[in-house]
């Protein structure tokens, strides 16, 4: 017996092409959700989350550059979010405020001993590459490009005035 249902990743081609925008945005939608959602679980026993993790993984790697500019930029965010999130690291103890830039108006981030530590005890989370690792180098790559150009595309649509409430 044939089974003769579309696969669950396929967009039926009966549907609209606005539909099927639609139906992209809600498998994107979904995707991140249980990548967060697998994130969330496997962070709760350090009372992080997965934003919070991201952050001083990045403020790790950046170095002398862990500013709140370039860490806005990096993670599409703007300038006061990124700044508000390192504030709260901050009261929570995970990173600490320097100004030795060649302003005094300039500030930049660096890691305390319990944000190292949380990074080493963290290290080891698979959920997130057991996730990614069915797609191929190839496939990463693509979907990399894909996302950022929709990303791009949606910053000239000068989205950020608008209010959500």
Same mark, same amino acid.
């Given at each position: 017996?044939?089974?003769?249902?579309?696969?669950?990743?396929?967009?039926?081609?009966?549907?609209?092409?606005?539909?099927?925008?639609?139906?992209?945005?809600?498998?994107?939608?979904?995707?991140?959700?249980?990548?967060?959602?697998?994130?969330?679980? $496997?962070?709760?026993?350090?009372?992080? #989350?997965?934003?919070?993790?991201? %952050?001083? /993984?990045?403020?790790?790697? &950046?170095? !002398?550059?862990?500013?709140?500019?370039?860490?806005?930029?990096?993670?599409?965010?703007?300038?006061?979010?990124?700044?508000?999130?390192?504030?709260?690291?901050?009261?929570?103890?995970?990173?600490?405020?320097?100004?030795?830039?060649?302003?005094?108006?300039?500030?930049?981030?660096?890691?305390?001993?319990?944000?190292?530590?949380?990074?080493?005890?963290? $290290?080891?989370?698979?959920?997130?590459? #057991?996730?990614?690792?069915?797609? %191929?180098? /190839?496939?990463?790559?693509? &979907?990399? !490009?894909?996302?950022?150009?929709?990303?791009?595309?949606?910053?000239?649509?000068?989205?950020?005035?608008?209010?959500?409430?």
């Amino acid at each position: 017996m044939t089974n003769n249902k579309p696969p669950n990743n396929h967009i039926p081609t009966e549907i609209e092409t606005e539909d099927q925008d639609y139906y992209l945005w809600l498998l994107i939608s979904k995707t991140r959700h249980y990548i967060f959602l697998s994130s969330t679980k $496997e962070l709760m026993a350090f009372r992080l #989350t997965p934003v919070e993790r991201a %952050t001083i /993984s990045l403020v790790q790697s &950046l170095k !002398k550059n862990a500013t709140p500019s370039v860490i806005s930029k990096i993670t599409f965010r703007k300038l006061h979010s990124a700044s508000e999130q390192l504030e709260r690291l901050q009261k929570k103890g995970l990173v600490a405020k320097v100004r030795d830039l060649p302003s005094k108006r300039y500030v930049r981030y660096i890691l305390t001993p319990k944000s190292r530590k949380i990074l080493r005890q963290t $290290e080891g989370r698979q959920n997130l590459h #057991t996730i990614m690792s069915v797609l %191929t180098n /190839s496939e990463r790559r693509q &979907l990399e !490009k894909t996302l950022t150009k929709l990303i791009r595309k949606a910053e000239e649509m000068d989205l950020k005035h608008i209010r959500i409430e």
